[in-house]
T-cell receptor, first 113, second 112 residues
Framework: KQEVTQIPAALSVPEGENLVLNCSFTDSAIYNLQWFRQDPGKGLTSLLLIQSSQREQTSGRLNASLDKSSGRSTLYIAASQPGDSATYLCAVFGSIGAGKSTFGDGTTLTVKP | SQTIHQWPATLVQPVGSPLSLECTVEGTSNPNLYWYRQAAGRGLQLLFYSVGIGQISSEVPQNLSASRPQDRQFILSSKKLLLSDSGFYLC???????????FGNGTRLTVT
């Protein structure tokens, strides 16, 4: 059974700092991995999708990497801003087709002005 | 562009009452559709997914059921709600297994 772990559960940083969020998974037989952002009381917003054959994806100040063999992914946020404060979740999709997904519990990020 | 609509945003229902949550997707055809539940401070639990009209796969046996009467409509139902059904319910879609998953804004259900 796939398990996804995100450490730390919470992170507080000053504005402007570069930071890394971690996601680890137990079964490396994944099809792809996706990072999301969730604001309080809201749905999830897709940030980056990495296919299993890819090593990284970039969008603006965000860069996500994937090391399937070691069961790890990181989300790098450059020059953090207070607007980046949210909970960040990663999800792995383990099979072709509709794709059964397993989500981590998320890392809650606070960026202080 | 594609959009996903989910309603209602909040719902308070007594124990034993029925439930119907609706989700529709616009701007795409034959999407894969999903229902998730999120417990407070936790990750998401996949409840149901559908790859086509009338095709429903259940991930967790429970008090809930799902239906897909039209290509872009996904409904989550219950005949009799339990206290443990309280939570944040999220509908999601994606085009295929290479596409990103997109979520609606969610429904906060409180069973009293």
């Amino acid at each position: 059974k796939q398990e996804v772990t995100q450490i730390p559960a919470a992170l507080s940083v000053p504005e402007g700092e570069n930071l890394v969020l971690n996601c680890s998974f137990t079964d490396s037989a994944i099809y792809n991995l996706q990072w999301f952002r969730q604001d309080p009381g809201k749905g999830l917003t897709s940030l980056l999708l990495i296919q299993s054959s890819q090593r990284e994806q970039t969008s603006g100040r965000l860069n996500a990497s994937l090391d399937k063999s070691s069961g790890r992914s990181t989300l790098y946020i450059a020059a953090s801003q207070p607007g980046d404060s949210a909970t960040y979740l990663c999800a792995v999709f383990g099979s072709i087709g509709a794709g059964k997904s397993t989500f981590g519990d998320g890392t809650t990020l606070t960026v202080k002005p | 562009s594609q959009t996903i609509h989910q309603w209602p945003a909040t719902l308070v229902q007594p124990v034993g009452s029925p439930l119907s949550l609706e989700c529709t997707v616009e701007g795409t055809s034959n999407p894969n559709l999903y229902w998730y539940r999120q417990a407070a401070g936790r990750g998401l639990q996949l409840l149901f997914y559908s790859v086509g009209i009338g095709q429903i796969s259940s991930e967790v046996p429970q008090n809930l059921s799902a239906s897909r009467p039209q290509d872009r409509q996904f409904i989550l139902s219950s005949k009799k709600l339990l206290l443990s059904d309280s939570g944040f319910y999220l509908c999601a879609w994606r085009g295929n297994y290479n596409s990103p998953l997109h979520f609606g804004n969610g429904t906060r259900l409180t069973v009293t």
